[in-house]
Structures are given as C-alpha cells and as structure tokens.
C-alpha cells in the first residue's frame, strides 16, 4: 500500500477502499468477530491498524468493502440462515460454487452488521456494502428463503438492512453506502435482485453503481462494443439515475482495467461535469500513476 500511497501523493485522490470481507467471504484482517474466527473466514492479508494509521497521516478518507450476502464461510456453516435449494433441500450456491445468506432472514444481518460495527470501531471512516441483494447467478429457479420473495418484498429487504446498518454505523459515527449493479440506474425495475435507485438512496449516505461499460452487452445505446465509448456509456447511466436519488449522494464506481488513460478520463469527466465525487475499480489494484487527475 506504500507504493499505491505514493502514486496518489499530489494527485485529486483524497480517499481509498479496503476490503474488509471479500467475494469468497473471506475476512482479509485479524477481525474478533467471533462468527468470522469460528468460521475460518479469516485470512489477515494486511494490518488494518498500520494501513489506517498510513491513510490517516496522509489525511485520506477510508473506506471499507464488506461483500455482504454472498458468503462461502459463513452460510455453509449456517445452513439454517442460508439461501436454500428447493430442489435437494441443501444449502444453495451459485454458479462459482458459493453460497449465499438469506437476506430475508434477519438473524443473517447480524454477522455482516458485526463486522461493520467492528470496522467503523477500528477507525474507517465509511461502511460500504457490496453484494447487498439478492443472487443473480446461478439456477436461481431453485432458490428458496425463509419468506416468498416479489419485487416489493426483494427491494423493502435490501432497503430495510441498509437502513438497519446506517442506524447502527451512525451512532458509531459511520457513513454507510452501498454498491449497486449500474444496470438498475437505466431501467425501473430491481432486475429480481432487489436493488432499486429510490429505496436504496433513500437508505444510505451515498449509492455506489458500477459503472462498467464492458459489463454493458453488445446493442446497448447502439453500440457494437459498449467497452468502446466510456462517455457515453457512463453518461447514461448517471443521466438516467441521478433524477431518481430520494436521498444520499450518488458516487459511481468507474472501469480502471481495459482501459487507458485517457479512456479513464472520459469517465471521471462525465462524473465531475454532474457534480459526482467518484471511485476507480481494478480487481488487482493495479493502478498507474497517470489515470489519477493532478491537483
């Protein structure tokens, strides 16, 4: 992180993401949560204290991940509070071979809760939840959870858990936001996975969608190759879902990999030009000193 730290020296980067849980479930520091130590879930990859402490010297705003529902530690030890499969009556997973949390079952909350408060106790200045939804991927015609589950149902439960989360992190003196597929700013309904613009806003302090035009299929706003027009892909979907924030601040995650700079800076453009503070995504963290705008 030393070298991450020098690169942003002089640049507008005023803020970093840690993972605190990631997508395997694993928990990447020495976490006390006795549900993540009795699990196996932790893998202490980094020193949470002397990463917090470089960041803060430096005056940077921290920010820690917690992928929230998908879970390949803690659901299978907890089938009863799993996602299940209607077919074998198991445990369900998805298509990676993991399982999930049932999101409609609130003794599942406690566990990601518990590592939010932690977090926020440690020193990170903000909780930003990912994977806070539904599955998508996988049989999910065999999915089954403890309630039936509709659209309203879907997203009144991702919205009850983060506000549930902003209560309990703001009395820790938290801020709470949430990662959202890019896809549910362009279209009015919750793609069956719970996420919806109004409800969500209206829950958290600022709404993180992932803006990703090589997520984008071939067709969309016309193009051949979506990947190919970062401005105009981005654009859209802040065009389309800025108007429908009931609450929070919208602070889109932009594509840093298959990318060159400039490429980048088309996407930050359309950020800044609304108004929208921003975060760059690279699953490695490989970053070059030439995609972060100067001061």
């Known amino acids: 992180y030393s070298r991450l730290l020098d690169m942003i020296d002089g640049t507008v980067i005023n803020s970093l993401v840690f993972d605190t849980k990631e997508e395997s479930g694993a928990v990447l520091y020495e976490s006390q949560v006795p549900d993540a130590r009795s699990t196996g879930a932790v893998l202490a990859s980094y020193d949470v204290e002397a990463v917090l402490a470089a960041a803060e010297e430096r005056g940077l705003y921290t920010i820690t991940r917690i992928v929230t529902f998908q879970d390949g530690y803690w659901a299978p030890a907890n089938?009863?509070?799993?996602?299940?499969?209607?077919?074998?009556?198991?445990?369900?997973?998805?298509?990676?071979?993991?399982?999930?949390?049932?999101?409609?079952?609130?003794?599942?909350?406690?566990?990601?809760?518990?590592?939010?408060?932690?977090?926020?106790?440690?020193?990170?200045?903000?909780?930003?939840?990912?994977?806070?939804?539904?599955?998508?991927?996988?049989?999910?015609?065999?999915?089954?959870?403890?309630?039936?589950?509709?659209?309203?149902?879907?997203?009144?439960t991702i919205a009850a858990f983060l506000t549930e989360a902003r209560d309990r992190l703001h009395a820790e003196g938290c801020a709470v936001s949430a990662d959202v597929f890019a896809i549910v700013l362009s279209v009015n309904d919750d793609q069956g996975i719970g996420q919806r613009v109004e409800e969500l806003s209206a829950a958290v302090d600022a709404l993180s969608p992932m803006i990703y035009p090589s997520h984008y299929s071939p067709g969309w706003?016309?193009?051949?190759?979506?990947?190919?027009?970062?401005?105009?892909?981005?654009?859209?979907?802040?065009?389309?879902?800025?108007?429908?924030?009931?609450?929070?601040?919208?602070?889109?995650?932009?594509?840093?990999?298959?990318?060159?700079?400039?490429?980048?800076?088309?996407?930050?453009?359309?950020?800044?030009?609304?108004?929208?503070?921003?975060?760059?995504?690279?699953?490695?963290?490989?970053?070059?000193?030439?995609?972060?705008?100067?001061?």
């Open 79 to 156: 089938p009863e509070h799993a996602a299940r499969n209607t077919a074998t009556g198991g445990i369900w997973a998805n298509s990676r071979g993991l399982a999930w949390m049932d999101p409609t079952d609130r003794e599942a909350w406690e566990y990601p809760l518990a590592l939010a408060v932690e977090a926020c106790q440690l020193g990170f200045d903000e909780i930003q939840f990912d994977y806070v939804r539904f599955p998508s991927d996988g049989d999910i015609s065999v999915l089954g959870y403890d309630q039936a589950v509709d659209a309203e149902t879907r997203v009144a």
């Open 221 to 295: 706003l016309g193009f051949d190759d979506p990947n190919a027009h970062p401005s105009e892909v981005v654009t859209q979907a802040i065009d389309y879902g800025l108007p429908r924030m009931e609450g929070g601040t919208l602070r889109p995650w932009l594509q840093a990999f298959f990318y060159d700079a400039g490429q980048i800076a088309e996407e930050i453009a359309v950020a800044e030009e609304n108004g929208l503070g921003w975060i760059l995504w690279n699953a490695t963290s490989e970053y070059e000193a030439g995609w972060f705008p100067r001061e």
